[in-house]
């Protein structure tokens, strides 16, 4: 009988054990397919603001001129704040694209008369005052949240006082404007922009970016001349307009962009915001946006009052705030960073067998993406619960370029990629991982380097924004470039984290290195 029940209950302990190891194993396997989602590949998201630098906002288009913002009203710095408000709180840099004619002190656009309706008679002298170097000034000091973007000089096209639509190809016969007209517009921009200072000299670069007005892009990727040659030769690598105005020089609406002579020319849409309707957003669903940069204008960001600003302010961010936490997209930083994830989109492949494991082939992506200020980080994404964070993180062995946390999601900031397969590893923990740029601005890391004695971030700085580094407390820091300046610094021990704020001088981006010596 002692036997027996010594055998019962040697069944019973062996069954128990079996239970608890059953539970603990399904436990450990719900547990890591709850906490490690696969690998997101997510498309970039950014909006383009046209129409901005006019000083009067009425339209002149019943006689003869320009349609201009369509609110009657003349402008100031306060209709600036709002997009720079709304990027401080999504963590962007918009692209925004100016229209310089009213910004002319010196009215040097009648030296070039088809860029205005008076032609050579031009005379802005009733438009200037101190406004517009108030104004100027403050784009600049804000490099970090709006981007200068060109759009035109007086955004149509003029010959003896007759408008023709519009500034940068005829897209009313369906013809080219003369090339030397074309330069001669781009060289007045040019010189309005160096009546603020706005010079190489002083280390301020053209425009990469540009909205060509009313779609009018002269799309000629064989040719000899083309609207992206004379604009790669200015300095400008990103361009978006809608393709569908310009249906008969075949631009490549079925991929949904190409190369013109150096620039990448990206379709892009808008979704129930007229040009003229003041606080308007867009009215579609995320889902149905077919281009990863819609449009929008001026007006759109605009009350028409003060006191109404902030409640539209706020409906903006909720807006971008959704489309960050939608799980196929993200909210680009910047314009780089949102044609650098196109690319990525259409020529790289991505694949995680393994969790954890993540194989990348990048071998597809044309030889134009390496050109000099091209090609940028590469995004990945994964959902995380509370509490939780990518704890480690190597491509090919090697540091990732930066990382931060948003809407539930963690985003991982890849240096740019070479032609090749990679492979890329990550996991996930209760602790963020250390040796990292957390970048929750707006500037670029390309890549970082972590040695015993230091670490050295590469990054692109617009404006002045704040670089929060995960690290033990260095010794010493400087950067490779004196127009990329540390203003200041501290380190909080409790959180071994590192706060640098860093000035670039070029509000095109100011490019460098940071040495954070330990």
């Not at 906002?57 to 408000?85: K, M």
């Not at 902030?310 to 799980?327: G, V």
């Not at 670490?455 to 407390?473: F, S």
């Amino acid at each position: 009988r002692m036997m027996q029940r010594n055998y019962l209950f040697v069944k019973r302990l062996q069954k128990t054990i079996f239970i608890f190891a059953l539970f603990m194993f399904l436990t450990e396997n719900l547990r890591a397919e709850s906490n490690t989602q696969k690998i997101i590949f997510p498309r970039a998201f950014a909006v383009a603001i046209d129409d901005m630098g006019w000083n009067e906002g009425g339209s002149l288009a019943e006689t003869g001129g320009g349609w201009r913002v369509g609110i009657r009203r003349d402008f100031d710095v306060r209709d600036y704040r709002p997009i720079i408000e709304v990027g401080k709180a999504v963590g962007v840099r918009f692209q925004g694209l100016f229209v310089l004619a009213e910004m002319d002190r010196l009215n040097v656009c009648a030296k070039y008369p088809t860029t205005t309706q008076h032609g050579e008679k031009w005379d802005n002298d009733d438009n200037i005052d101190p406004t517009q170097i108030e104004v100027m000034n403050y784009i600049k000091d804000n490099a970090a949240y709006l981007e200068f973007g060109l759009h035109g000089v007086g955004h149509e096209y003029w010959i003896d006082g007759k408008r023709t639509r519009a500034e940068w190809y005829n897209i009313e016969n369906d013809q080219p404007w003369p090339e030397v007209d074309m330069r001669n517009h781009i060289k007045c921009y040019k010189e309005i922009m160096a009546q603020y200072g706005w010079t190489p000299d002083n280390g301020q670069s053209f425009p990469k970016s540009f909205v060509p007005c009313c779609y009018s892009f002269y799309w000629n990727p064989q040719g000899d001349y083309s609207t992206g040659k004379i604009m790669f030769e200015a300095g400008v690598r990103y361009v978006n307009t809608q393709f569908d105005y310009i249906p008969e020089l075949n631009p490549p609406i079925e991929f949904g962009g190409g190369w013109d002579h150096g620039v990448l020319v990206i379709n892009r849409l808008n979704y129930g915001n007229d040009w003229y309707e003041t606080g308007k957003l867009p009215v579609e669903k995320i889902e149905k946006y077919e281009t990863d940069v819609i449009e929008t204008h001026w007006a759109n960001w605009l009350a028409t009052d003060d006191f109404l600003q902030p409640t539209l302010n706020q409906k903006w961010i909720e807006f971008f705030k959704n489309i960050q936490a939608h799980p196929n997209h993200y909210l680009a930083k910047n314009t780089k960073q949102l044609y650098s994830q196109w690319l990525y989109k259409r020529f790289t492949s991505v694949a995680e067998s393994t969790i954890g494991e993540v194989t990348i082939n990048n071998q597809q992506m044309p030889d134009q993406a390496y050109s000099p200020y091209f090609l940028g980080n590469m995004v990945l994404a994964i959902k995380l619960a509370d509490g939780e964070h990518v704890s480690e993180a190597q491509l090919n062995g090697q540091p990732i370029s930066a990382y931060f946390e948003d809407a539930g999601y963690g985003f991982i900031y890849l240096p740019p990629l070479e032609q090749k397969n990679y492979k890329f590893i990550y996991k996930i923990g209760q602790k963020l991982m250390d040796n990292i740029v957390y970048n929750d601005g707006t500037y670029n890391v390309y890549r970082t380097e972590l040695t015993r004695k230091n670490m050295i971030i590469d990054l692109e700085m617009y404006g002045t924004q704040i670089v929060k580094v995960k690290c033990r407390k260095p010794t010493s820091i400087s950067t490779s470039n004196p127009n990329l300046k540390v203003l200041s610094k501290r380190y909080e021990i409790p959180y071994e984290m590192l706060f640098l704020e860093i000035y670039g001088n070029d509000m095109q981006g100011e490019c460098g290195k940071v040495i954070i010596d330990f």
